[in-house]
Antibody
Framework: QVQLVQSGAEVKKPGASVKVSCKAS????????IQWVRQAPGQRLEWMGWINAGNGNTKYSQKFQGRVTITRDTSASTVYMELSRLRSEDTAVYYCARGILYFDFWGQGTLVTVYS | ETVLTQSPGTLSLSPGERATLSCRAS???????LAWYQQKPGQAPRLLMY???IRATGIPDRFSGSGSGTDFTLTISRLEPEDFAVYYC??????????FGQGTKVEIK
């Protein structure tokens, strides 16, 4: 069965970077896209960007352009999302999800807490 | 950016009742590009519907979706205990960024 398993919770200081991983199983990662969506406490879901895991092409939300980088390691069936220059407002649960249009499978989420 | 506004914010209903959730977009887009998700506390969202009215794999037929243009609806015909959760609409593909509604919480009355 399709599964996306994310790395564990992170605590970071303002200005630092965080890199969250998303390991896929149950399907060929190169056959689909992986999206990244975050959810701050009490807020709606917010799309950050996506990667075509087949050819490595990426697209980012303008809001995060310049701060977010999504990469993949096909040999490890893993996609990574790195967010730099963290600030307190980046405290959120970060999700990876499979899909080019709608998102049919989701990771369990990774809590990233930013505080000094 | 297409802003999605869901209403009501909270729906208080009893098991067996019908739930009607609304999602209104700030601009019209192709109905093929509207999805709904269910989220329970501490869990990731789960895909319910895509293409406005197509149920995802394993979703029971008490869930149905409809709408076009700027107005979309998710209906749960008879609420089961496991249906009490937060529901989000999601537009994708018409233009970036993809966006989500703010959610409707369906709670037990």
């Amino acid at each position: 069965q399709v599964q996306l398993v994310q790395s564990g919770a992170e605590v970071k200081k303002p200005g630092a970077s965080v890199k969250v991983s998303c390991k896929a199983s149950g399907y060929s990662i190169t056959s689909n896209a992986i999206q990244w969506v975050r959810q701050a406490p009490g807020q709606r879901l917010e799309w950050m960007g996506w990667i075509n895991a087949g050819n490595g092409n990426t697209k980012y939300s303008q809001k995060f352009q310049g701060r977010v980088t999504i990469t993949r390691d096909t040999s490890a069936s893993t996609v990574y999302m790195e967010l730099s220059r963290l600030r307190s407002e980046d405290t959120a649960v970060y999700y990876c999800a499979r899909g080019i249009l709608y998102f049919d499978f989701w990771g369990q989420g990774t809590l990233v807490t930013v505080y000094s | 950016e297409t802003v999605l506004t869901q209403s009501p914010g909270t729906l208080s209903l009893s098991p067996g009742e019908r739930a009607t959730l609304s999602c209104r977009a700030s601009q019209s887009f192709t109905s093929s590009y509207l999805a709904w998700y269910q989220q329970k506390p501490g869990q990731a969202p789960r895909l319910l519907m895509y293409g406005t009215s197509i149920r995802a794999t394993g979703i029971p037929d008490r869930f149905s979706g409809s709408g076009s243009g700027t107005d979309f609806t998710l209906t749960i015909s008879r609420l089961e205990p496991e249906d009490f959760a937060v529901y989000y609409c999601h537009q994708y593909g018409s233009s970036l960024p993809v966006t989500f509604g703010q959610g409707t919480k369906v709670e037990i009355k």
